[in-house]
């Protein structure tokens, strides 16, 4: 196993994965029992238009897309509560637009290149140090937000009348979890890609909630899943010369299929 | 030496309170006041404005006019919410696959007040058996609440309120679909908690023929007040036995 340690991207890599791993397990399962699962698809559709922006301006498209996304998703909240839209048809209008806008900056700026792959399939194993440094920072917010505001959001997503009656802001928080969403989406999106990164959020999480008996054991068993399916992603990835993002998001199905069959047979 | 009336304080007032969700109004001109040790039945055929003027009293809506006071001050300053512990109508909008522990519902309670998180252990621990255990619930404590019968919940739902040693309890609706005997065990459980820890109980109800005799005021609605006093002049007045004759007991006591 040190082998891989002496490579300076694997270590990034490595490093990078398990901060964002946490994050997003922890969103994960407060959006499925919100019934909120398909806001990391729909704003991964967004984040593309924004990092189509980001190479069309020529600017650090991480930064244009974080800033793209984090807008998006206020905007989606919104609509969510005032429009009088359906469930979430907010997110089906959103993550289209999101990426016929993408598709046509991208063609505007002449980029169908193997950058804008990287961002499509995701490219940790080749990540920057200063994209590292980014991303563990941000992941570091987003896991203290959450841990900060563990019982209240807890509280809200079980049973969001009373916790609105014990004085809980739930719509202050509301907001701020699908702002973090919004920047775990674009973080995600460094590990597995544009196209895969709502599974990231989604499959550890879902996989935990199939087994947990309390809320303790689902976030500590999705957080457990989600790290491993990236570190040994990252792993057959370099061994086998794979594709980290399928491999990662493999594993985390593979866990998912032996935990959903586990329930069942318990039965 | 005063009587125990005597030193009945003014918790909660409702003054010319009106509601409308826009289609016509709900309640109209509604004033009543909520004293300390009250065991208070907010009764009312479907449709009276009962859970409209509960979620008025939590802040939940705003009412198009008038107001209430919660220990003298209005709900918008009011910001003690855990002396007021609101226990929903049960089970109906919980997610019963939710993995959450009867402790850790229990927990939400506390925690949710506090302004900084902190690890549950401790006095809090103490402090959620001790709650458990006043509704009965002791030993379900690990228990996942989705596997829980819908009256446990509800006694769960309760715990949680009182693990923050409310003043008051609001109970919307809470012994719908439950059967005699268990609804009598658990009027006993509230009256204790009235009469022992001195909890001011206000519930919901449109069972207008069966309330429980441990029911000491009534306050009846059907979109205005038509009656508030004492229960049992309440089941001699003329209002009550109109109702009953309108069929708004819906549920007999012996089935």
Same mark, same amino acid.
């Given at each position: ?267 | ?59 939940? @809506? ?10 003298? $001050? +209005?709900? #918008?300053? =009011?910001? *003690? ?87 008051? @309890? ?10 005699? $005997? +268990?609804? #009598?065990? =658990?009027? *006993? ?67």
């Amino acid at each position: 196993m040190e082998v891989f340690f002496l490579y300076g991207f694997f270590q990034r890599a490595f490093l990078a994965g398990v901060f964002i791993a946490i994050a997003c397990a922890l969103l994960g399962i407060f959006l499925i029992l919100r019934r909120d699962a398909m806001i990391g698809h729909g704003l991964a559709h967004v984040t593309f238009a924004g990092v189509a922006l980001g190479l069309y301006l020529n600017v650090m498209p991480l930064a244009v897309a974080l800033f793209v996304a984090v807008v998006a998703s206020w905007i989606i909240m919104k609509l969510k509560v005032k429009a009088g839209l359906h469930g979430d048809t907010a997110i089906a209008i959103f993550s289209s637009v999101g990426f016929a806008l993408g598709i046509l900056l991208v063609t505007l700026s002449q980029s169908f290149n193997v950058d804008l792959f990287s961002y499509l399939f995701g490219e940790i194993l080749a990540i920057e140090t200063s994209e590292v440094v980014f991303s563990i920072v941000l992941a570091f917010v987003v896991v203290l937000l959450v841990v900060v505001n563990y019982h209240k959001f807890m509280y809200m997503t079980f049973d969001r009348e009373s916790a609105k009656a014990s004085g809980i802001k739930v719509d202050r928080l509301d907001g701020l979890l699908t702002v973090l969403t919004a920047v775990t989406v674009v973080l995600g999106m460094k590990v597995v890609g544009i196209l895969l990164v709502s599974a990231l959020v989604v499959i550890p999480a879902a996989a935990g909630l199939q087994v947990a008996s309390n809320f303790k054991q689902a976030i500590v068993l999705s957080t457990f899943i989600s790290i491993t399916s990236i570190v040994i992603g990252l792993v057959l990835a370099f061994l086998l010369d794979l594709p980290a993002s399928g491999s990662i998001v493999l594993l985390s199905f593979l866990a998912f299929g032996i935990l959903f069959v586990f329930r069942r047979s318990r039965r | 030496m005063d009587s125990v009336a005597a030193e009945q304080k003014l918790l909660i007032e409702i003054q010319n309170v009106c509601y409308d969700y826009g289609y016509g109004d709900v309640l109209k001109d509604v004033s009543f006041p909520i004293n300390s040790h009250d065991f208070l039945a907010i009764i009312g055929p479907n449709g009276s404005g009962k859970t409209t003027l509960l979620k008025i009293i939590l802040g939940l @809506l705003k009412p198009r006019l008038g107001e209430v006071t919660i220990m003298g $001050k +209005t709900v #918008e300053e =009011f910001a *003690d919410w855990k002396k007021i512990g609101y226990v929903p109508q049960k089970a109906t909008h919980i997610d019963s696959l939710f993995p959450v522990s009867v402790k850790e519902v229990v927990a939400m309670g506390i925690q949710s007040s506090r302004r900084f998180p902190r690890r549950t252990r401790g006095e809090d621990i103490c402090c959620i058996s001790r709650a458990l255990q006043q509704v009965g619930m002791g030993e379900y404590k690990n228990r996942r609440i989705g596997n829980l019968s819908a009256g446990q919940q509800q006694r769960v739902f309760i715990a949680r309120a009182l693990a923050n040693h409310p003043k008051i @309890l609001m109970l919307d609706e809470p012994t719908t679909g439950v059967d005699a $005997k +268990t609804q #009598e065990h =658990f009027y *006993d459980m509230l009256q204790r908690l009235n009469r022992e820890k001195e909890i001011t109980i206000v519930l919901i109800t449109h069972e207008v023929g069966i309330i429980n005799k441990h029911v000491e005021q009534v306050a009846c609605l059907n979109q205005t007040l038509v009656y508030h006093g004492s229960h049992d002049e309440f089941c001699r007045s003329d209002e009550f036995k109109r109702m009953l004759a309108d069929g708004h007991h819906l549920v007999s006591h012996h089935h």
